[in-house]
């Protein structure tokens, strides 16, 4: 069968190779198979007549059964028309063609009845349907009766050529006579049997004819299960696999530099969940399996300290910790809040970057080499293949999205014997579908809670008239102690343009406040520049910090407690909320003023209503990914995984997304390899799949 399926489009009766060649360049339809899986984006519902007499204008579509008992040509020129009068036993409704109309006039039959069918609109108080679909009832040839129609995307091109979404119903139609009894199962028996699935060929056929909602109710979810499932199954038995080939330390002990720390360092309590994220991961560590796990929590939820806390039970077990991160400021940060929370412990810090002088660097990678000291923070110089350790147990990987795959890849590789355990901190939270998906091969943990006494940001949407004000409460704000953040976009397209706005912001500023002093950063200023902008701001020797999305990662100055973004209907929703998240992080109340220009768009209006209404993250990420989509969400390019999801939506199939996820599981946990007879089938199905990148013939 799968031979069959295979074969060229063009082989399909009434497609040939100049429709193939069309369809191949616009929908990159190229086999049978192909086109069968080309699923319609709606239905509409050709099991229902109505009566003239019930139709409105509000209605989507209509579909009636009438005569034409009038037919006239009115208006000349671009307004000519052909109108006809349709009647049925409760009235009549007027049908328009501007287009055809010779061609209508010659080929319409009065007095013989026909099943109308085309979206009523409402003109001076008389409902018409304008270019209606017309099929005379003894024909009926065209839609099989009774039927729910599947309505296809297609292209402009495509329309030119007369393919549009009727004419991909039709070859479909065709098809699936064709295919009829030669379309196998993919997935096993014991499976489609147990969960009640609809058997692959019914639920194709079903998925573009449906007899009725219900059938199409269960086709849809047997092919969105079989969609998800078989993505889960290949990132679990990553998973799985790579757990069975790489050991991982344990540590098994919780020890004197945890215990001393937890008892008597620890200026606080911990947020409940914080500690049930050490719990999670204090299990990962007591395994003997590489712990891999990712942990997602706002900015300033506290996972720099959970992260701390984990390399204290490395340390307990005798071992050495790395954290990376992304920039050499974020590195000093992490390096100096670790340094100020171990003050009075016997610990062995270091900070290791690029600007790191000759000398330090020797005596640091000393150090790590012999054990003597334990736990090192640092940007990419920590992969360097001069850096050895004597005993690396753990590393702490800051902002995922930054590293790509191989970098951490690389760091695995600094213990050779068995690889480091990994933790990787993420604020940019991701949705849970998402996230079992893009991440699906690591464990994932969740601090939602901010620690206690945080005052949440207001944030304010003004338009341009309020400029003066929002100047005036800058003013105020300065006044008071407090520093400033002016954020301009910049987006690649425009860099230029954008860069020209945010020195222009820069001049305008420093006229309105010339009793202050404004720094500015952006992406096209060398590290040293930027860093040194940085620092002055950090320092408080300027007031006002102006910006392009460069501050978005992790920059922390307490002492700011504004933020103002310009053009903020240009950024996309999560940016925005990492860009709020510099905000917030000293004692006083913060705020972040959404200056956007009137014209918005429905979606931009979205976000900026969005991030009125809430601080929360995972909430801000699920709106984010149902506006845009998941393909689009950041991190998601890279990771390789199957984003060009055919049928499931992982902003609306979370349970569905859950099921498979839990079926992947429980069949990998009986047969690991998949090696029982039963699940063949599942195995043929893995290592025939290239397009996520990964080898699986390596699996088994
Ligand atoms: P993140 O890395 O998640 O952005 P941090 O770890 O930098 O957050 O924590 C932000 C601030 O909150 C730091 O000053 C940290 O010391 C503090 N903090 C962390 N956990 C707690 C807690 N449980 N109670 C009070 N303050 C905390
Ligand atoms: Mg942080």
């Known amino acids: ?41 709606k239905y509409i519902d050709r099991t229902r007549f109505y009566k003239i007499a019930e139709i409105h204008a509000q209605m989507p579509y209509i579909q009636v059964r009438g005569i034409i008992r009038g037919l006239e040509t009115v208006g000349s020129g671009p307004k000519e028309r052909l109108s006809a009068r349709l009647y049925d036993n ?68 495509m329309k030119k050529k007369f393919l549009n979404s009727k004419a991909i119903n039709k070859l479909l139609l065709t098809l699936l006579d064709l295919v009829r009894g030669k379309i196998n199962e993919t997935l096993p028996a014991y499976l489609v049997e147990k969960m009640k699935l609809m058997p692959l ?84 560590l007591n395994r003997n399996i590489q712990m891999n796990r990712l942990l997602q929590g706002d900015v300033g939820s506290g996972k720099t300290l959970v992260a701390l806390m984990t390399m204290l039970i490395a340390m307990d077990n005798g071992f050495q910790s790395c954290l990376m991160a992304p920039t050499e400021i974020l590195a000093q940060q992490h390096y100096q809040s670790i340094s100020r929370f171990l003050n009075g412990m016997n610990i062995n810090v270091g900070l290791l970057t690029g600007s790191t002088k000759v000398s330090d660097r020797k005596e640091i990678h000393e150090a790590l080499q012999n054990g003597g000291m334990q736990i090192i923070v640092g940007t990419h110089a920590l992969i360097e293949d001069t850096v050895t350790f004597d005993k690396l147990g753990l590393v702490v990987i800051d902002e995922q ?85 002016v954020v301009y976009p910049l987006i690649s ?91 917030g992080r000293g004692a006083e109340q913060s705020y972040c003023i959404l200056m956007s220009s009137y014209k918005l768009g429905n979606e931009s209006r979205k976000r900026l209503e969005t991030m009125v209404r809430t601080n929360d993250g995972f909430e801000i990420a699920e709106v984010d990914m149902k506006l845009r989509g998941p393909g689009d969400l950041e991190g998601t390019q890279q990771s390789g995984m199957g984003f060009d999801l055919k049928i499931a939506n992982l902003a609306k199939d979370s349970e569905i997304l859950q099921l498979a996820r839990n079926t992947a599981n429980d069949i990998l946990d009986d047969d690991p390899y998949l090696q029982k007879e039963q699940n063949q089938i599942l195995l043929q199905n893995l290592l025939s799949s290239k397009e996520t990148g990964f080898d699986w013939s390596s699996i088994s």
């Open 201 to 284: 060929e019914e639920a194709l056929t079903n998925i573009h004819k449906p007899e009725n909602t219900l059938e199409l109710r269960k086709a849809t979810f047997r092919l969105k299960f079989e969609e998800l499932f078989f993505i889960q199954l290949k990132i679990l038995a990553l998973k799985h696999n790579r757990e069975q080939k790489f050991k991982g330390f344990r540590f098994e002990k919780v020890g004197y530099n945890f215990n001393t720390f937890f008892s008597d360092f620890l200026p606080f309590e911990l947020t409940g969940a914080q500690k049930k994220v050490i719990k999670e991961i204090r299990r990962d």
């Open 90 to 157: 409760s009235g009549s409704l007027e049908l328009i063609w501007f287009r055809g109309i010779k061609w209508q006039k010659e080929n319409l039959k009065l007095d013989t009845e026909y099943i109308v069918f085309g979206k009523p609109v409402e003109f001076g108080g008389k409902i018409s349907v304008v270019h209606p679909e017309m099929e005379i009832e003894q024909e009926k040839t065209l839609l099989p009766s009774g039927l729910f129609q599947g309505y296809y995307n297609t292209t402009e091109n």
């Open 493 to 583: 397209e425009s860099e230029k343009m954008d860069l020209k706005d945010l020195e222009k912001g820069f001049r305008h500023l420093s006229e309105v406040f010339p009793d202050y002093r404004i720094s500015m950063v952006h992406g096209k200023m060398k590290p040293g520049e930027k860093d040194a902008a940085m620092q002055k701001f950090k320092a408080g020797e300027t007031q006002i910090m102006v910006a392009t999305t460069v501050i978005e990662v992790g920059v922390d100055v307490p002492n700011a407690a504004v933020m103002v973004i310009e053009s903020a209907e240009r950024f996309g929703l999560s940016q925005l909320h990492q860009l709020r998240g510099r905000v």
């Open 1 to 41: 069968m799968s031979v069959f399926l295979d074969q060229e489009i063009k082989f399909l009766p009434g497609v040939g190779p100049k429709r193939a060649e069309t369809l191949n360049k616009e929908l990159k339809l190229f086999t049978f198979r192909d086109l069968l899986y080309y699923y319609p984006y």
């Open 401 to 485: 999205h930054r590293f790509g795959v191989a970098q951490r890849a690389k760091l695995w590789q600094k213990n050779d014997l068995i690889p480091p355990h990994i933790l990787v901190m993420t604020a940019t939270p991701i949705p849970r579908t998402l996230a079992m998906t893009v991440y699906g091969d690591l464990d994932v943990s969740v601090i939602d809670e901010l620690p206690p006494g945080r005052k949440p940001i207001h944030t304010l949407h003004f338009y341009e008239n309020r400029r003066k004000q929002v100047y005036n409460f800058m003013h105020q704000q300065i006044e008071k102690g407090t520093q400033v953040y």
